[in-house]
């Protein structure tokens, strides 16, 4: 076998020329990491090769924001704990046996066990802290002590595939919201939102997706400029009106657009509000994915771009009550834009209580998107179901986009999505699709995949993933299960109990994080990836993961009480013990 030399070697020099870091360095600007492609083996199987690959696409500079930092999203989640813990992964998984599992805690490789070939061949588990101790104070003194780093959600278990990541599920959201309010689209309508970084950058995409005006503010022009050089973004304006002019105009002829104006939310959505109570101009829908979760991560009004670092690192607490008053600006101006007709939700990013702890009492008076808008189809066990081509060939997706089709040729939504996709969304790393499937589809996907590997219709193996924001892997009371209709919230047994399950069941790896996009102590929530290689083995593997994890969906929302919930289950058969010899 060839061994790649872009996993562990400078970008200038080989390992043989160049110095290596230091023990436990995170930064290092002269690292480049690109995943592989093609079909020669670097590890012993793809088995390990998968993870391998995955873990290294989540720093190619396509698809990371700070590579250099191993910071994939989210202004901290990282793909490793430093680069001594990175180069110790990958020359682990190149020898690691299929009968073999690497432990990794906190993004540092622990241990090496003999297992069996059913087992994941990793287990990963980051930044979970006991409860009283799940504190963003606590976190970050262990943080700098090297004992810990925080994973998002799909960066620290090696499965972000840019951007496209989250597409569909915020394309999905704001479908919602234009059936719920608009008459089944957005033209016509303008959208205000905060926030184009990794996840965020969806949201101008998703908007015109649904044929909507989008206005987005961020503070990082760099941000802005690599959507739009990625095609998320149409436009980049430095002048509010001259954008305010290019959006609104669209609106005016029932055509998508969006706009990127570089500006500090907490400023430029108060200042916007005047001028829609004025009635200068009518926002329709106002949203935001700011950094929020974390408010070292948010951007106070009293500091610029560039004095942020070093005002967050010279005193954490006096720059996070900073952030939390700006936040509090930042909310109230949404909730006054509900007050004055406007549509409004909270995307997932703990900004409401970041706000109301900055002394804003009105704070959730919006609601989040989960409850408002997404829980029905968690009760069907729906949800984000992502693949990779292995091979790096865009030509796979293409096949498994026109596969998918021919599987499911009455599901008309997910062909417009697949075909706007496929137009619109340029791939960031190693070619990527996502999708949404449910309960009793998953798996004949897989299947699929797994056929298209075996027949050579496609050039090398599947990775199929997902985001943790999934029907039954999360407990996220601000986010995935806000309003629970049996109070349920906060009860974290489900991503444990799907955890589990899918270690259970054939996945190729499995993470188990805290704090995710909503931030210490908010939530738990699990993940998974499986393996397409096209031999039996994997075939059986995936028909009982990707059957079992959604329908921990199904037998979550069974459990809190959801009629649609306890119908799929009858319907499709999921047992649930408590629901039999009714």
Not at 3 to 17: E, P, R, V
Not at 31 to 47: D, F, H, N, V, Y
Not at 316 to 342: L, R
Request: glycine share 10%.
């Amino acid at each position: 076998m060839t061994t790649h030399t872009t996993d562990t070697t400078h970008a200038t020099g080989t390992a043989a020329d160049s110095a290596r870091p230091a023990a436990h360095t995170r930064h290092d600007p002269s690292r480049s990491i690109r995943a592989p492609r093609g079909t020669e083996l670097t590890a012993k199987s793809w088995q390990t090769e998968a993870p391998l690959r995955m873990l290294m696409n989540n720093l190619d500079p396509e698809v990371a924001e700070h590579p250099e930092d191993l910071v994939v999203y989210g202004g901290t989640g990282r793909a490793a704990r430093d680069w001594e813990s990175y180069d110790a992964i990958v020359a682990t998984l190149k020898d690691l046996e299929d009968d073999e599992t690497l432990l990794v805690q906190s993004g540092k490789p622990v241990g090496v066990f003999r297992t069996h070939e059913w087992a994941p061949r990793v287990l990963v588990a980051n930044s979970n802290l006991v409860g009283d101790w799940a504190t963003w104070e606590q976190f970050r003194k262990l943080d700098a002590e090297g004992l810990m780093m925080y994973g998002q959600m799909t960066a620290g278990s090696w499965i972000y595939i840019g951007t496209q990541g989250i597409l569909q599920g915020t394309y999905e959201t704001f479908a919602a919201v234009a059936t719920k309010r608009f008459g089944g689209t957005l033209a016509g309508t303008l959208t205000l939102t905060g926030g184009c970084g990794g996840m965020g950058g969806a949201q101008p995409l998703a908007v015109t997706l649904n044929d909507g005006a989008c206005l987005i503010v961020d503070v990082n022009e760099t941000r802005l400029r690599r959507r739009a050089a990625k095609r998320y973004l149409d436009e980049v304006e430095l002048d509010l009106d001259r954008a305010l002019e290019k959006v609104l105009a669209a609106k005016a002829e029932g055509r998508g657009l969006s706009v990127g104006y570089v500006g500090n939310a907490a400023e430029v959505f108060p200042a916007l509000l005047e001028r829609h109570r004025a009635g200068e101009f009518t926002v329709d829908i106002v949203t935001d994915q700011t950094s929020a979760h974390d408010p070292l991560s948010y951007l106070p009004v009293e500091h610029t771009m560039e004095d942020w670092e070093a005002a967050a690192q010279a005193d954490p607490a006096g720059f996070t009550a900073k952030a939390q008053a700006s936040m509090a600006a930042h909310v109230q101006a949404m909730v006054e834009f509900q007050d004055a007709g406007a549509e409004v939700f909270d995307y997932g990013n703990s900004i409401r209580d970041e706000a109301r702890q900055g002394g804003y009492d009105r704070a959730f008076e919006f609601p989040g998107f989960v409850p408002a808008y997404i829980r029905p189809l968690f009760c069907e066990g729906l949800g984000p179901f992502r693949w990779v081509a292995l091979s790096g060939d865009p030509e796979d997706i293409r096949v498994t986009d026109e596969a998918l089709k021919e599987l499911f040729p009455e599901k008309e939504h997910l062909h417009r999505w697949l075909d706007a996709a496929a137009e619109r969304v340029e791939f960031e790393g190693l070619p990527a699709r996502i999708c949404w499937l449910g309960y009793g589809e998953r798996h004949q996907a897989g299947l699929l995949f797994n056929r298209l590997v075996a027949e050579g219709k496609v050039s090398a193996p599947i990775v199929i993933g997902r985001d943790h924001l999934d029907s039954g892997s999360v407990a996220s009371p601000y986010r995935e299960t806000e309003a629970m209709a049996d109070g349920s919230d906060a009860i974290a047994d489900w991503p444990l109990l799907n955890a589990l399950t899918a270690t259970g069941s054939g996945a190729s790896w499995v993470s188990l994080h805290h704090g995710g996009g909503v931030g210490m102590g908010r939530s738990i929530h699990a993940g998974q990836v499986s393996l397409a290689d096209g031999t039996e083995l994997a075939a059986q593997k995936l028909e009982r993961l990707l059957t079992n994890d959604p329908g921990m969906g199904v037998i979550r929302h069974v459990d809190a009480g959801y009629d649609r919930a306890v119908e799929v289950a009858e319907e499709r058969g999921v047992r649930i013990p408590m629901h039999e010899n009714r």
